[in-house]
Each structure stands twice: as C-alpha cells, then as structure tokens.
C-alpha cells in the first residue's frame, strides 16, 4: 500500500494507493476513504448534474422615462395615457405639406389634385426596403398641389403634396 498526498482544487487530501494483481478485483472496502484527523475536510457535494436545455427565466425591464420631446410632444402622450385624441390641427394660409418619412418609391397613387380628403384617408404607397409603407393625410381638406407621380422616386423629407381647405 502507498501513500499519496494529492491536492484538488486548493485543497489537499492524503490517499491510500493499494496496487491489485492482474486479475484481482478491489475489495468493497477499497471505495470507502478512512476519516483522519489531520486530512483537510472533503469538498463539498457537487451540484446535480442538469440534462437537457435549461431556458432562462424572463425578466423585465423598466426603461427610463425619457423627457427629451416637445411640450406638443408631452400634451399628445397625456391625452393618448387618458384616451383622447389629438384634435386635428389647423390648416396653415400656405396649406399642410405632406412629407416623404423616408427615401422610397411611390408604387400607388391615389391622391388628385382638387379631391376632398379626410383626415387618415390614404394618399399613397411609398415603397422602402421592400415594404410598402402607407402615406395618410394628416389632416382634413383639399389637395392643393400634387409633387409627384406613381413611379418616382423620392427622398426623406421630400414634399409629396399640400392640402389646403
């Protein structure tokens, strides 16, 4: 029998080696490690082995208000929160441009010049990144001018048309 001292993980345990003869199997009492006074303490069990796919718990995430808007802005999210609208806003003397919210094609054209359009009526179908986006009139009145056609292609901020009353 030999005698080893072997150190694990920091911690250093003293083990009884017995060597077999071929043939020979280990006695039951091979397994079992004799409790000395002066060996360090055996570690603590492992954890449980964990088969299979362990899926995380969600969590939540409360984002920081963000203060960085317009007083508009701040009036629009206090009436949408108690669940009004937006009055519609007066038309300027020069009428209310209508914008292109991004770089695109314009792949249908429903507005005319002269026509009669409420507010939230679709004027247009601006394609970008392969996605037909719709172009809605923000307010109620009539298409002054139309500054483009089926076709075309526009950039962001681009005027598109002008409604006036």
């Known amino acids: 029998m030999k005698r080893f001292s072997v150190k694990v993980n920091g911690q250093v345990y003293e083990v009884e080696v017995t060597e077999l003869k071929s043939g020979e199997s280990a006695p039951a009492a091979a397994y079992t490690a004799p409790a000395y006074s002066h ?22 995430y409360k984002a920081p208000a963000v203060k960085h808007h317009s007083a508009a802005v701040e009036r629009i999210m206090k009436q949408a929160a108690a669940g009004k609208s937006e009055p519609e806003a007066p038309i300027a003397p020069g009428g209310f441009v209508v914008k292109a919210p991004m770089p695109g094609k314009i792949t249908f054209m429903s507005a005319k010049e002269g026509a009669k359009v409420k507010k939230g009526d679709e004027l247009m179908v601006l394609e970008a990144m392969k996605m037909g986006n719709s172009i809605t009139a923000p307010v109620s009145g009539v298409i002054k001018s ?20």
């Open 39 to 60: 060996a360090a303490p055996a570690p603590a069990a492992a954890a449980p082995l964990v088969t299979g796919i362990v899926h995380p718990q969600p969590t939540t």
């Open 146 to 165: 139309v500054n483009v056609k089926e076709g075309d292609t526009v950039l962001g901020k681009q005027t598109l048309l002008v409604i006036g009353e």
